[in-house]
């Protein structure tokens, strides 16, 4: 049991979470820098307007990064700084800021991951539709080949777009994501469907532009189904339950929805029948355009859900005993998910899978002798690598990303989380490597060989 000699141990972030919106450098706005204004949004009122000052800030970043030893970031861009209304005009400025951070990485020996879209929808195109419109798909694909003219001579691998449950499920079914709206389900699976015919036209444009063969993947989420026992009927049922379809109040927490197009190049037919009044019109075209191929695969992956196989022989759930391990946001510890998700992700899939994200938040604080103690986080990492290890074993996996690098701005819990595994004192902007920061530069100079 050991993980590849060439795995990618890395940390993530994305762009509105960290950069600060700095917006006299010519960006323009995207749906959250929108959102944060709206009284009673955002917890205590925060925004990303400075967050981790990640933009002037960034060589220190990086500095901290080589300290660590990550050999892999990934981080993603923002849209609107990029191209301020989406199409059409650039805004160099942006585009010195990414190729700035790119050769800072590689300069210090560290592989750029790029993730194209981390929920920054830029606000002209949200005035003109935004996943609504058909032509959101020819939108992305035009900054996507942007985004490969000037930065794939350095850059190798790319991912699309991130969560999708997400930026459709909280943007738009329950409004407690930017732009904040509680649409009809019927326009959530249009945008859904959009949003992956967008997702296939980066990729067509990526490779179109590329100055050298690239790595493309995307990056959905949704949590794991795990079994009881090793018993083949318990593993059955988890696998079941993990590829299965929710109610459509909630249709937007799954994973065979969104990756079954990608990968096979059509919607699994249980949803097909149990959406149908939902649905938009799905051409041939369409499908084939949303599975242009790709060439790894990524999941965020945080808890799952136990699963055994009931007497009946319908999966039955594991109910979890009173007092079960929980983080500071209130999601369960549940490390068996890192092994069942990339090995149920790669028995259907077939392709090299990245843990594009994993991580807890803590109350972390600064102790008296001026460190973070973080044992919860060393913890947990240690139970859920543990088990990232033996699906080494059985799924081909290339690599892991810490979610996060740097604490950071928590979507509409502002400041409260911390997910970092460096401390973010929002006062000063000062870092402070925790604990755990420490802990992953020892396990990633043995490749995990302790766990
Ligand atoms: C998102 C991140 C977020 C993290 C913790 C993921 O859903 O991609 O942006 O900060 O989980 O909630």
Redesign the pocket.
């Known amino acids: 049991m050991s993980f590849r000699k060439d795995f990618m141990w890395g940390a993530a972030t ?1 762009a509105y ?1 960290i950069e600060g919106g700095v917006y006299g450098t010519g960006k323009g706005m995207h749906v959250w820098d929108v959102f944060t204004k709206e009284p009673g949004r955002i917890f205590e009122g925060h925004t990303g307007d400075v967050a981790c000052d990640h933009y002037h800030r960034f060589r220190e970043d990086v500095a901290i990064m080589k300290e660590i030893g990550l050999k892999a970031y990934r981080f993603s861009m923002d849209w609107s700084r990029i191209l301020p209304e989406g199409t059409g005009r650039v805004n160099e400025e942006g585009i010195a800021f990414y190729n700035a951070l790119i050769d800072e990485l590689l300069k210090n020996g560290i592989e750029p991951f790029v993730t194209l879209y ?1 929920w920054e929808l830029p606000y002209e195109l949200y005035k003109r539709g935004g996943w609504m419109n058909p032509q959101s798909a020819e939108w992305f694909g035009e900054y996507a080949a942007l985004v490969a003219d000037r930065f794939s001579d350095r850059v190798k691998n790319f991912f699309t777009i ?2 999708p449950q ?1 930026f459709v499920g909280l943007g738009f079914l329950t409004g407690e994501h930017a732009p904040g709206l509680k649409s009809p389900i019927r326009d959530t699976f249009e945008m859904a469907h959009n949003a992956l015919r967008a997702h296939g036209r980066a990729v067509q444009q990526l490779r179109a532009h590329a100055h050298q063969p690239l790595t493309i993947g995307f990056a959905p ?1 949704s949590g794991v189904c795990y079994p009881e026992t090793e018993k083949p009927e318990d593993i059955e049922a988890a696998r079941q339950m993990y590829f299965s379809l929710p109610d459509p109040e909630h249709w937007t927490w799954n994973v065979a929805w969104w990756s079954d197009p990608v990968l096979f190049g059509h919607y699994p037919e249980e949803g097909l029948v149990r959406y149908e009044k939902y649905l938009p019109k799905i051409t041939d075209e369409d499908l084939r355009l949303i599975s242009e191929p790709i060439d790894i695969y990524g999941q ?1 992956i ?1 808890n799952g859900r136990c699963f055994r196989m009931g007497a009946d022989g319908k999966p039955e759930e594991v109910t979890r005993y009173e007092g079960f391990g929980k983080t500071a ?1 209130d999601w369960p510890v549940t490390p068996e998910c890192l092994r069942w998700g990339p090995k149920f992700l790669y028995d259907r899939y077939r392709k090299p899978i990245y843990i594009t ?1 994993n991580g807890m938040s803590a109350h972390d604080v600064v102790s008296l002798d001026g460190k973070v103690h973080d044992p919860n986080r060393i913890d947990f990492l240690a139970r859920y690598l543990g088990e990232l290890k033996k699906a080494s074993d059985e799924a081909d996996i290339r690599g892991y990303f810490h ?2 690098l740097l604490d ?1 701005f ?2 509409n819990k502002g400041y409260s989380e911390r ?1 970092g595994m460096v401390y973010v004192d929002y006062r000063t902007q000062q870092r402070i490597l925790k604990d755990s920061a420490h802990w992953y530069r020892d396990l990633i100079q043995k490749n995990g060989a302790e766990l």
């Open positions: 994305s979470q981390h991130n969560e997400c989420t965020n945080y946001i994200e979610w996060s950071n928590e979507w997910f």
